[in-house]
């Protein structure tokens, strides 16, 4: 191996944390005291509620901005209507998610030990990154028809560079006196894989995923909305071409709960197994 | 372990006039001396010296440009399973934690763990009861335990020492030091200790090789008769003084010489 360097990193700050700090240390961080659950709840009612003061009070029409409580009651009322939606949307999320990341991570994983081949492959990368896969899909659906399949590929297509772009960042942190211990030890390469690079590289893995996946819901609702009688996206095209907007609110809702579900996941997959990152 | 008593005259470790070129820059020159069984020596010299380079020379990291290193007689061409490495700061892995990192070496070589070896380990350096902490949550010098009771872990008979101390405070490099006597007593391996820190050279071996840079070769070699343990008396003394400082002459002496 051509990157061992006897000339070894310096740790971040703050390795001295005393002892007798460790439960405070544990405890610390996401627990939050009475007070500010207090807080964070009036809030929301005075920001929910004086939003439908507002509106009401200034009369504004109901196509243009419905109030909280309509939309709350369109979302009850219609959510039988709107799940299957919201299933379709889901499938449409993880199929294409579970490819694109597949894919990306082994990319990023294999081009990242070949430095070479890395910088040749990099700029088709920030392509394919910087590229609105969006575009793509009248052309996907031209090809594959109005079925799953065009908006997966789609999908697909947008998270993959997302996860494949931060997982070899993650990759790239090669920790060249770990690496040396490991070998120390007459570590193959597979195990310097999977014991030094990969856990170094699982911060910055879950940043791609986390991005990707959300990168893939946009794109998977932007795909319906193109085409095709079904999911979240078509509601929204569909509601707002009918003007039923406490409903097209809802779905929209719904879609913020779901990339704010994404968000969550990868926070607490994060916290309790790249911690040590922090 | 496996090697033939009849050899226990040899030096357990020979640095055989090495040599390591890192492309057209030479690092180390002609580097000549032993290390007798059972010995503690020490290599010092200012930074960038070539210190690491040897060591990593010696553990069979990297191989060497011109010369040979032998243990027990046989040339070291790779990691050997009977040397231990302790790293510059700790190396630990902060994604595990004390347990997983202490039985990491046993995960590569894919050994069964000698629990009971690792128990009073972890004992004797003071981390009974941490097995579950996380690095980040250690301090320091907890951190460097940690890893000396991984580098011992599998029973090395010598051990490869690179400033383990350096970027601690002075009084728990002090407990350090002791630590480190005080497990060479009880174990007898044959330690090469790397430090910038002439005291610490001095309070620990029995010979101190003073390194001299660019290219890093050896300035000159001091025996250390002092007796054992080695208390704050022992340390305070006339011979100690002298000690001192007629190796921290030799270090100045070879730095104008090779500033010339
Ligand atoms: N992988 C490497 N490639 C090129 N030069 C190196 C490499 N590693 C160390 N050096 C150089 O070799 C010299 C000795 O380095 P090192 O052994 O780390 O010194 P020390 O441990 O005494 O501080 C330094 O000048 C350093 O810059
Ligand atoms: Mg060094």
């Given at each position: 191996m051509g990157d061992i360097t006897p000339e070894f990193q310096k740790k971040r700050g703050g390795g001295g944390v005393d002892v007798t700090n460790l439960s405070a240390f544990a405890a610390g961080g996401a627990s939050r005291t009475q007070a500010e659950i207090v807080a964070i709840i009036a809030t929301a009612i005075i920001v929910i509620g004086g939003l439908e003061l507002a509106l009401r009070l200034f009369e504004v029409p109901l196509y243009i901005m419905p109030p909280p409580s309509a939309i709350a009651m369109a979302l009850i009322k219609d959510f039988p209507f709107i799940a299957p939606h919201l299933g379709h949307t889901l499938v449409e999320l993880f199929a294409g998610f579970a490819i694109g990341a597949s894919i990306g991570l082994i990319l990023a994983a294999v081009i990242t030990q070949f430095p070479f081949s890395e910088k040749i492959i990099a700029p088709y990368i920030l392509l394919l990154v910087t590229t609105?896969?969006?575009?793509l899909v009248p052309l996907l659906i031209l090809r594959f028809g109005f079925g799953y399949t065009p908006r997966i590929i789609a999908v697909a297509l947008a998270s993959g560079p997302m996860v494949m772009i931060n997982a070899a960042t993650g990759f790239r942190r090669v920790d060249s006196a770990k690496i040396a211990l490991a070998r120390s030890y007459g570590a193959s390469t597979l195990q310097i894989f999977w014991k030094i690079r990969a856990p170094m590289a699982l911060p910055m893995i879950l940043v791609g995923l986390m991005i990707g996946s959300i990168f893939g819901l946009l794109t998977a609702v932007g795909a319906e909305m193109v085409g095709g009688g079904f999911g979240l996206g078509n509601r929204l095209t569909s509601y707002s071409s009918m003007i039923q907007m406490p409903q097209f609110f809802a779905v929209v809702l719904i879609l913020s709960l779901l990339g704010i579900a994404i968000y969550v996941t990868f926070f607490l997959i994060g916290k309790k197994w790249a911690s040590w990152d922090a | 372990m496996s090697e033939p008593k009849a050899d226990d005259q040899r030096p357990k470790l020979e640095i055989d006039k090495v040599s390591k070129a890192y492309g057209d820059f030479l690092a180390l020159r002609e580097c000549d001396f032993s290390v007798a069984r059972n010995e503690i020596v020490s290599i010092v010299g200012p930074?960038?010296?070539?210190k690491t380079t040897l060591l990593w020379s010696m553990s069979g990291l990297h191989g060497v440009s011109g010369g040979e290193i032998r243990l027990d007689g046989v040339p070291i061409t790779k990691p050997h399973r009977d040397i231990g490495l302790v790293f510059q700061?700790?190396?630990?892995?902060?994604?595990?934690n004390l347990r997983g990192n202490i039985l990491f070496p046993y995960e590569i070589t894919g050994e069964t763990p000698d629990h009971d070896w690792i128990a009073h380990l972890l004992e004797r350096v003071g981390l009974k009861g941490f097995e579950d902490a996380m690095p980040g949550a250690l301090s320091g010098g907890m951190q460097q335990r940690a890893s000396i009771v991984r580098a011992l872990s599998q029973h090395p008979s010598v051990l490869l020492m690179d400033e383990?101390?350096?970027?601690?405070?002075s009084f728990t490099r002090e407990d350090m030091n002791r630590l480190v006597e005080e497990i060479w007593l009880e174990s007898k391996t044959t330690i090469v200790f790397i430090t910038h820190s002439i005291e610490e050279a001095v309070f620990l071996s029995d010979r101190v090789v003073v390194l001299s840079g660019r290219p890093g070769s050896v300035a000159a070699i001091h025996d250390i008769d002092l007796p054992r343990p080695r208390t704050d008396e022992v340390m305070a003394s006339r011979q100690v003084f002298d000690l001192m400082n007629a190796i921290k002459g030799g270090i100045a002496g070879a730095r104008t010489k090779a500033a010339e």
């Amino acid at each position: 191996m051509g990157d061992i360097t006897p000339e070894f990193q310096k740790k971040r700050g703050g390795g001295g944390v005393d002892v007798t700090n460790l439960s405070a240390f544990a405890a610390g961080g996401a627990s939050r005291t009475q007070a500010e659950i207090v807080a964070i709840i009036a809030t929301a009612i005075i920001v929910i509620g004086g939003l439908e003061l507002a509106l009401r009070l200034f009369e504004v029409p109901l196509y243009i901005m419905p109030p909280p409580s309509a939309i709350a009651m369109a979302l009850i009322k219609d959510f039988p209507f709107i799940a299957p939606h919201l299933g379709h949307t889901l499938v449409e999320l993880f199929a294409g998610f579970a490819i694109g990341a597949s894919i990306g991570l082994i990319l990023a994983a294999v081009i990242t030990q070949f430095p070479f081949s890395e910088k040749i492959i990099a700029p088709y990368i920030l392509l394919l990154v910087t590229t609105p896969m969006l575009a793509l899909v009248p052309l996907l659906i031209l090809r594959f028809g109005f079925g799953y399949t065009p908006r997966i590929i789609a999908v697909a297509l947008a998270s993959g560079p997302m996860v494949m772009i931060n997982a070899a960042t993650g990759f790239r942190r090669v920790d060249s006196a770990k690496i040396a211990l490991a070998r120390s030890y007459g570590a193959s390469t597979l195990q310097i894989f999977w014991k030094i690079r990969a856990p170094m590289a699982l911060p910055m893995i879950l940043v791609g995923l986390m991005i990707g996946s959300i990168f893939g819901l946009l794109t998977a609702v932007g795909a319906e909305m193109v085409g095709g009688g079904f999911g979240l996206g078509n509601r929204l095209t569909s509601y707002s071409s009918m003007i039923q907007m406490p409903q097209f609110f809802a779905v929209v809702l719904i879609l913020s709960l779901l990339g704010i579900a994404i968000y969550v996941t990868f926070f607490l997959i994060g916290k309790k197994w790249a911690s040590w990152d922090a | 372990m496996s090697e033939p008593k009849a050899d226990d005259q040899r030096p357990k470790l020979e640095i055989d006039k090495v040599s390591k070129a890192y492309g057209d820059f030479l690092a180390l020159r002609e580097c000549d001396f032993s290390v007798a069984r059972n010995e503690i020596v020490s290599i010092v010299g200012p930074s960038g010296c070539g210190k690491t380079t040897l060591l990593w020379s010696m553990s069979g990291l990297h191989g060497v440009s011109g010369g040979e290193i032998r243990l027990d007689g046989v040339p070291i061409t790779k990691p050997h399973r009977d040397i231990g490495l302790v790293f510059q700061e700790s190396n630990l892995l902060p994604w595990r934690n004390l347990r997983g990192n202490i039985l990491f070496p046993y995960e590569i070589t894919g050994e069964t763990p000698d629990h009971d070896w690792i128990a009073h380990l972890l004992e004797r350096v003071g981390l009974k009861g941490f097995e579950d902490a996380m690095p980040g949550a250690l301090s320091g010098g907890m951190q460097q335990r940690a890893s000396i009771v991984r580098a011992l872990s599998q029973h090395p008979s010598v051990l490869l020492m690179d400033e383990p101390f350096g970027a601690l405070d002075s009084f728990t490099r002090e407990d350090m030091n002791r630590l480190v006597e005080e497990i060479w007593l009880e174990s007898k391996t044959t330690i090469v200790f790397i430090t910038h820190s002439i005291e610490e050279a001095v309070f620990l071996s029995d010979r101190v090789v003073v390194l001299s840079g660019r290219p890093g070769s050896v300035a000159a070699i001091h025996d250390i008769d002092l007796p054992r343990p080695r208390t704050d008396e022992v340390m305070a003394s006339r011979q100690v003084f002298d000690l001192m400082n007629a190796i921290k002459g030799g270090i100045a002496g070879a730095r104008t010489k090779a500033a010339e």
